[in-house]
Structures are given as structure tokens and as C-alpha cells.
């Protein structure tokens, strides 16, 4: 009887310890892929401490070459030469995230923004303009390079009172058909202002977006991965 009791005990031992085994391997592995999850929400960071754009950056095919600069770490937009867009990502990106800091050296109109899910073929895209002299920032969805092209407001933002040669912070969330724009002056003190629906341009990759004024981008992050696999809408209070 007495062995039989042991023996009983062991096995209940037995199964007390697999259990925990299992468990403990049940939490690393959870750790494992909720680190590599947080390491892919900002796979792209770029800010650029470097003399070039390189290789993860092209141009669109509007504008001049000149007109792009990396400058004490800050890829910068002069206004010359017309409208242009530096573009990072690929044709299937899709509901992804982007955001970066973005000063405006002068406060005049029509500096440009940034712009989502680009269709490289037409120049067809989203685009966050910011406008200091009307002090609002409007959602756009356009056909063509030039955003004056088919150009449809999807949403405004007002009042918008930068200050000159200051950095403020922007993220544009796509989700499906939601485009979320988020601002504040870090990305750890941002709300949204526009909510929106639209599937006119469903992937794409992303633009820094100048248009006839200057215009200086740094800290840009890519948050494509982190949304495919968790459907999140990113920090900050609504």
C-alpha cells in the first residue's frame, strides 16, 4: 500500500512538473515573438545620418534631383524645380503605418507632406498636406503625381499654427478602408485629428511629398508589420 502511495506520488510529480515545463516554454515563446512582433513595428527607422538617400529611397518621377538633400540629419526638400516625392516601400504594403518629424523653415503655403499607398504606375496615392498660411491640414486621395489631379478632401484638420523651423510629429494609420492622421509635437504626445474611409488605393509605398516650398523630414519609422499582424492603431490619446 505504502508503494503504491509513492508511486502515486511520483506520478503526480511527474505530471506537475510537465506541466510547468510546458508552461514556462508556453511564456518564452510568447516573449520570443512578442520582442521579434515590437522589433518589426520599426523595421524601417531612417534618420538619416548619412550624406545619401541610398538604396531603401528613390525618387517619383516628378521633379528634379536637386531638390532632395540630406542635411545635418535631416532629409530636406528645397522647393526647386517643381513638385517631387521621395518614396520608400513596396507596391503590396498595405495596412501599415508611417510617421516622422516634420519642421516647415518657412511658414509659407504649400509646402507639401507626406503621401500613402502610391501607385507607382499612376502616381495615384493619399496625401497629408499641411497648410501654415490656412492653418489646417487636409486628407487627400488623388489620381496622378500631380495632387491637383482628381484631388478628393477626405478630411481637414484646423486650427493648425506651426511654428517656423520647428519639428512636429505626424502619422498616417492605414487600416482596410480607416485612414487614421495622428499629430502632436512628439511621437509620444500625438491625438488624431482626421478619421477617414476610403479604399480608393488599397497598397503602396510611402512618400515624403514637397511641393514649392521648403520642407524638412527626419525619424521615419515603418509600422507595416506590427499592423498586419495585430490590427493596432498606434500610441497616443484620442
Known sequence: MSSFRFGKRNIVSHNERSNLYNLLICVICSIICLLAFTSMSYSF???FE???FGDDW???PSGQDVAWTIEKGIAAFSGVGGHSQMMTGKSDWKDYAVECDIKLPT????????????DEDTGGHYAVWFYPVQKNIKLYSG??????????????FKPFDPEADTFFHVKVVHSGKSIEVWLGDNKDNIKKIIDA???????GPFALDGWDKPIHFDNVPDNRFWYSAFSGRGSGSS
Request: hydrophobic share 30%; net charge negative.
Open 45 to 47: 527607422l531612417d534618420n
Open 50 to 52: 548619412r550624406k545619401d
Open 58 to 60: 528613390r525618387k517619383s
Open 107 to 118: 511658414l509659407q503655403e504649400w509646402p507639401g507632406g507626406i503621401r500613402t499607398h502610391i
Open 143 to 156: 489620381t496622378a503625381w500631380d495632387i491637383n489631379t482628381g484631388i478628393v478632401t477626405l478630411g481637414e
Open 197 to 203: 474611409s476610403d479604399d480608393s488605393f488599397k497598397s
